[in-house]
């Protein structure tokens, strides 16, 4: 499991896909991000693939927790364990150095994700 962080304008998309210890795909999954400096919460359910989404408008810059909550595929007594990973939402100012996105040079939009 790797959420991936996509920015669009104001828009931030968290995406991703859980696969189970062996590779198969965890469908039915219940993932969880939670900002936790406020407690705001938003939830996906990962498709038959394992694959989420999640879309946020205007966040906040900071750190998230992706929480994964078993799936139907997932043996009860670890549930609602889980597993968890900690992403970045960076801040749309600096990701364009107030320079409009579409004046953005794609090489340093890119090196500016991969710091």
């Not at 970045?88 to 004046?103: Q, V």
């Not at 040079?105 to 500016?112: C, I, Q, R, T, Y």
Request: hydrophobic share 30%.
């Amino acid at each position: 499991m790797t959420a991936n962080v996509l920015y669009r304008d104001n828009l931030v998309k968290i995406t991703g896909t859980k696969l189970e210890s062996d590779g198969s795909p965890n469908a039915g999954c219940l993932v969880t991000l939670v900002y936790p400096e406020t407690k705001q919460t938003w939830r996906a359910v990962t498709d038959k693939k394992g694959y989420f989404e999640i879309s946020l408008t205007d966040p906040k810059a900071g750190y998230y927790e992706v929480r994964y909550h078993g799936s139907g595929n997932v043996n009860r007594r670890f549930q609602p364990q889980g597993d968890w990973e900690i992403i970045e939402i960076k801040d749309f100012a600096k990701l364009y150095d107030n320079t409009p996105p579409d004046e953005t040079k794609a090489g340093d939009l890119a090196n500016f994700l991969n710091e």
